[in-house]
């Protein structure tokens, strides 16, 4: 059928709608039919139909509609671009396609593209002309036009987003998710240039509103409640079926155009927050998306899912709720995530090299924020692992760097995420995972919170966990409660809350050690303390006996403590030589020496070498002579310590005491400046 009668006959059928009608084939034979007319008239009156058609507008389907009107331009210029390409190799002879002369079939490419645009005009919204000049841009990209061409494609495209956003603000809310599809898809593409023409102080609240908060996104989290009233519980199970209405709302969120593109979106947000010329929109944004993580917690905490512990899944749910709509589910909330972070990411950079935003009055409040809002998200992140989140640590460490600037705001933000009962271990799996959120953080900011809120809030929330044995539910929170207790004895005004809470806290060390503590972990503990309560910190002058306490503990422990090789722990390196408990009990004390007093020091020197004597396996007991040696010549002992050890070695019979129990020789063993065995004998 020749062009011009399919042409006639597209035009009538784009002026109604009806139900019974296949609009993808109608888009299909507009964007065949646009590379195919030869009148550059009937270009520009076929896209202007194609802009108001009612057949495609009266009844829009979303964002679905948007995408297939990009495709219709993305899809002909390829066509164009293609075509031109075998026409160029039928004329030179070469490629796969023999020299055939074919007569005119439709337009050059730069005179097709011009008639396209003309077809964007008055009559049709602003919005929608975005749509045909991303569709062109996203459909030539790199090649099929020329250099000029394409950098005027591009700024026309640029004022067409900006022309739109002006206008349609506050208006069509289709429009705006229509601009923010259709430039996250074309950005790549435009040149430093046409990016630099984009007022993004109006692109930015399109795009994180879009995203984060329309029915086309994200839905403000909303989604997450209705969860909850497709859930079955009985006979000890949860269940939630795929055939449920809230798992096809999920399944439908995630292939939404926004939501499956939420990635490159994100980019897209943190590349405007980094060249948005108004600061407080940032600010604004930042509001936002800490509204928007309450929300996220608010529902998760209101559905039953939020009850089950990670390594109780397997037990609570059924095959189809753990294979299918749980991963379906947390796909989403990892996508919501990783989202959140990225933008998060730009803020925070911005906030660093912003002078209005790292002012006094503006920085607190921006860092509380972000770090409310990883708190909120934390239930998500700790289901991945944060290390593993390196953009996750980033923002979580510089707004604690920014934070710990301004101690007030620091200890409002601490009192805000506090748990509301200190003292005791939740039942909530939800709340548990907020508890650890609330340590981790904590423990940033030991050296400036007062003392009143370490003894309130670090303390009574760090102890349950400290003292109860943990469970696999509980272990990583026990082990961010011992790095609380630690780094609250280690601040120098916390000397009081220390001597208070010590004997409590070495007692809990001494209780889950080797069963639910690492080797590494129990050494560094107990370096901590003795270095704490060691000259000049001031819990040495309020507890000078303290070091001698813990070093009569750990060698009456010693005495006592099992021999058997300890299993390594997952996730931890294999040491080369497996240690017992009786070996790690004696590298502790040897770690401690470095902080005794001088006198302390000289009456432990021969306590430790006796110790290490008593080491019962060979290879364990060289591994504590090795550490020995280096506490003694590595550099860890001051210089006065060091001269006590080095005549304790070399005058007082430490060497022999260490290696012969008292006779013989063990000259591989030579303090700095000794002499061999061989060099004794020429003095």
Known sequence: ???????????????????????????????????????????????????????????????????????????????????????????????????????????????????????????????????????????????????SAKRRLGEGFVRAVNMALAEGRGHEELGGHAVALTLNHAFPLLGDGERAGLDWNLVLPVLVGSAFFSHEGLQSAYFIGAIDLDILEGQGKLSWAANTTSFYQVEQILKRPLVSSLGPLSRLIAHAVEHISDPWIIQTMVEDLTGFTRSLIMQWRQIKLSRVDVPDEAAIFPEETLKRTIPTLWKLLKAALFALVIVFRGAVGRLLNDRVLASDAVAPILASQVLHSLRNVYFIASRLGTDSLSQYTFISLASIDILSNYPPAAGTLLSDIAPPHPGTIPPSPLDRTLDHYFLNTAEHFTL??????????????????????????????????????????????????????????????????????????????????????????????????????????????????????????????????????????????????????VPLLEEWLPLAAGLVRGVGDAGMRDVARTRFWEVLVGGEMDAERAMVAAAWWGTWGGREAVLYDGTGDGGEYLMSGGLGKGEESKL
């Open 448 to 597: 400036i919170l007062p003392l009143s809120t370490s003894a309130d809030l670090l303390l009574p929330t760090a102890l349950p966990y400290l003292t109860t044995p943990p469970t696999p539910h509980t272990l990583p929170i026990f082990e961010a409660a011992h790095s609380v207790a630690l780094a609250v004895f280690a601040a120098p005004h916390a000397a009081p809350l220390a001597a208070e809470y010590l004997p409590t806290y070495v007692s809990a060390l001494f209780n889950v050690f080797p069963a639910h503590l690492s080797p590494r972990q129990f050494r560094l503990a107990f370096k901590t303390l003795l270095r704490t309560a060691a000259p000049p910190a001031p819990l040495a002058a309020s507890q000078p006996d303290l070091p001698a306490i813990v070093l009569e503990l750990l060698h009456h422990r010693a005495g006592t403590a099992g021999t058997t090789p300890l299993a390594p722990r997952p996730g931890e390196s294999e040491a080369p030589v497996p240690l017992s408990e009786q070996a790690v009990l004696v590298l502790t004390l040897l770690d401690a020496l470095p902080f005794l007093p």
């Open 1 to 147: 059928m020749p062009a011009d009668r399919i042409l006639e006959t597209l035009l009538r059928s784009l002026q109604t709608w009806t139900a019974q009608q296949d609009t993808p084939v109608i888009l299909s034979t507009a964007a065949a039919l646009l590379t195919r007319l030869h009148n550059p008239l009937n270009v520009t009156l076929l896209t202007a139909h194609l802009l108001t058609a009612p057949a495609l507008w009266e009844r829009p389907d979303g964002l679905q509609t948007v995408l297939r009107i990009v495709g219709v331009f993305h899809a002909a210029a390829q066509a164009i671009i293609k075509r031109e390409h075998e026409a160029a190799a039928r004329e030179t002879g070469s490629g796969a396609y023999p020299y055939v002369p074919e007569p005119d079939i439709g337009l050059p490419a730069e005179a097709w593209m011009r008639a396209v645009v003309a077809g964007a005009d008055e009559r049709s919204e602003r919005w929608k002309h975005v749509l045909v000049l991303g569709g062109l841009v996203i459909g030539f990209g790199d090649e099929g036009i020329s250099a």
